[in-house]
């Protein structure tokens, strides 16, 4: 697990390599695979959170994905509502997800539509010869297994609700 320190001038401290990091090389570091621990230089208190939270928000356009109307309905509950909204919603539709993603890569090898691409017979359907489908390229991100990632977005949910718990005292 590697050690984040963030001062309060917003920089990133990777305690690992002893050098100030950026939140793109943060991103990167953790889409290789890598775990992290965000904590406050001046307290210890625990930023993993909102760090994730701001790199998910802030990359791959996902404000895109909660509209303004929804932030403001969201913003306008009470943190206890809002914690069982996020924590029931998104528990279900990250299951649903991983479900269907497994589900899709189980099934890719008996794809019927790769047969219409005239691989395979000796002329295709105009007596034209087949086209060649092009090669598929291999995987370059092996797929962890559906219950790691489930049980540590579970981790990452729970935590989420004692953290909002926690500033509601």
Request: proline residues 8%; aromatic residues 8%.
């Amino acid at each position: 697990m590697h050690l984040i320190k963030k001062y309060g001038n917003r920089r990133l401290y990777d305690t690992d390599t002893s050098r100030y990091v950026t939140l793109e090389e943060l991103t990167a570091k953790i889409r290789d695979g890598a775990e992290v621990r965000v904590v406050d230089a001046k307290t210890g208190e625990d930023l993993t959170q909102p760090t994730l939270t701001q790199i998910i928000f802030e990359g791959r356009g996902a404000q895109a994905l909660l509209p303004a109307q929804l932030l403001h309905q969201l913003v306008r509950l009470q943190e206890d509502a809002l914690a069982e909204f996020f924590g029931r919603y998104l528990q279900g539709a990250l299951e649903l997800y991983l479900n269907a993603k497994r589900s899709a890569q189980t099934v890719m090898p008996f794809n019927p539509f790769l047969s219409l691409t005239g691989v395979g017979a000796p002329f295709g359907s105009w007596g034209q010869p087949p086209v060649q489908a092009p090669p598929q390229p291999a995987p370059t991100v092996p797929v962890a297994p559906a219950a790691t990632d489930l049980e540590s977005l579970r981790k990452e949910l729970d935590e989420l609700k004692r953290s909002l718990h926690r500033r509601r005292k």
